[in-house]
């Protein structure tokens, strides 16, 4: 009877974390390839502004400017509308359900950081601090839970280091975080099925990429304003 019982309690685990995870497929596909371009086309316009002021071009700097907070709002719209998603969703009784949720927040309010300033900016900037602490804590808590390996679990360790060098400005703790989770699944890489490499692997080259993108940084400050930007976990199944 309590092996019946167990079996049942993890098919409907698994059923619960699949439903939340389909759910999540079907929303974010639609909302992701709005936001992404979003993203993309404020970045250039920071730049394009950028170098307007630069030049001291100050009308077509504005103009861009105005570019820019368009941008920002439809960006935000998109953010807040997954973000209301997430808080609805409740607890799933799933570390890998309420981890992947976490992870959508932080990387959500991650999002809402890059492109506001001010007041906006710190508290964008702390709500996605305590998703994402709040998911690694969860997932760390349950030894029985995910494997560092997992797909869930590395996009997490990346977009936290993501959100540690771009919005904290601190490239060691985003270099420490990157190395540690890249670390902790080279470890298990032997012990994964095929199936479970093929998952993993493009997560561990987003890993590798940045540590050395970062650490050539850390070299090497010869004062160019414009490095080249981070790679991050943005696939729904992460």
């Given at each position: 009877i309590r092996t019946l019982c167990a079996r049942r309690a993890r098919r409907a685990t698994s059923?619960?974390?699949?439903?939340?995870?389909?759910?999540?497929?079907?929303?974010?596909?639609?909302?992701?390839?709005?936001?992404?371009?979003?993203?993309?086309?404020?970045?250039?316009?920071?730049?394009?502004?950028?170098?307007?002021?630069?030049?001291?071009?100050?009308?077509?700097?504005?103009?861009?400017?105005?570019?820019?907070?368009?941008?920002?709002?439809?960006?935000?719209?998109?953010?807040?509308?997954?973000?209301?998603?997430?808080?609805?969703?409740?607890?799933?009784?799933?570390?890998?359900?309420?981890a992947f949720l976490g992870k959508m927040k932080g990387d959500y309010n991650r999002y809402i950081a890059e492109v506001t300033s001010g007041d906006e900016r710190a508290s964008a900037s702390e709500r996605a601090s305590r998703a994402y602490e709040r998911a690694t804590a969860m997932v760390m808590a349950d030894k029985t839970g995910l494997a560092s390996t997992h797909p869930v679990l590395l996009g997490l360790g990346l977009n936290y280091a993501v959100f540690h060098y771009e919005i904290r400005g601190d490239r060691e703790k985003a270099i420490e975080l990157a190395r540690e989770t890249f670390d902790n699944a080279s470890d298990e890489m032997d012990e994964m099925s095929e199936d479970s490499?093929?998952?993993?692997?493009?997560?561990?080259?987003?890993?590798?990429?940045?540590?050395?993108?970062?650490?050539?940084?850390?070299?090497?400050?010869?004062?160019?304003?414009?490095?080249?930007?981070?790679r991050e976990g943005d696939r729904e199944d992460k």
């Open positions: 059923r619960a974390t699949g439903t939340v995870r389909g759910t999540w497929r079907r929303r974010r596909v639609t909302r992701a390839a709005r936001a992404a371009p979003r993203r993309g086309a404020w970045r250039t316009l920071a730049a394009i502004e950028a170098a307007e002021r630069r030049r001291g071009r100050e009308a077509k700097a504005m103009i861009v400017r105005e570019h820019m907070k368009r941008v920002e709002g439809e960006l935000r719209e998109i953010c807040d509308e997954l973000l209301d998603v997430v808080d609805a969703t409740g607890a799933t009784g799933s570390t890998e359900s309420e490499f093929a998952s993993a692997m493009p997560v561990l080259r987003l890993l590798r990429d940045n540590i050395a993108l970062w650490s050539k940084e850390s070299e090497d400050e010869e004062g160019n304003d414009e490095s080249e930007s981070p």
